[in-house]
């Protein structure tokens, strides 16, 4: 059995993770950075390597690109609720700065469902029960 967890590529990842964790609440586990790789390259040292936070009770994974990054419309991560507060809560709170694709709002297949790019060019889709 495998568990998926969302590894994010970031243009800075500490400040990704930290509007990750305000807002849908959690927390920042570790950071390991380049220079405390066994032969760190100066010229990245500073860089995550490897992030690991929990939000929204879902564990992420994020690193700094080394490279350029390319968004893309190939995926989105989806939140379920329990609740519709909950639901509006991280909804509005990922959508701060971002782009709102749908409201969140009642739909015909039942509760509520929105559609969000957020600030760093992530597709979220937030469904409530």
């Known amino acids: 059995m ?3 967890k969302p590894f994010l590529f970031s ?3 500490r400040a990704q993770a930290e509007f990750y964790v305000e807002a849908l609440g ?3 586990q570790s950071v390991m950075t380049y220079g405390q790789a066994p ?3 100066d010229a990245i040292k500073d860089k995550v390597m490897h992030m ?6 879902i564990t992420f994974f994020m690193a700094d690109s080394i490279g350029l990054l390319t968004r893309g419309n190939s995926f989105s991560l989806n939140l379920e ?3 519709g507060d909950e639901g509006r809560k991280a909804f509005d709170n990922l959508a701060a700065g971002g782009k709102v694709m749908q409201p ?14 957020d600030k760093y060019g992530v597709s979220w889709m937030i469904s409530c029960k």
Request: overall charge negative.
């Open 2 to 4: 495998a568990t998926l």
């Open 11 to 13: 243009e800075d990842s």
């Open 26 to 28: 959690g927390k920042i």
């Open 39 to 41: 032969e760190p390259n």
């Open 52 to 57: 690991c936070l929990m939000a929204g009770g």
């Open 81 to 83: 609720f329990e609740s």
């Open 104 to 117: 969140l709002e009642p739909v015909f297949w039942g509760g509520m469902f929105g559609q969000l790019e």
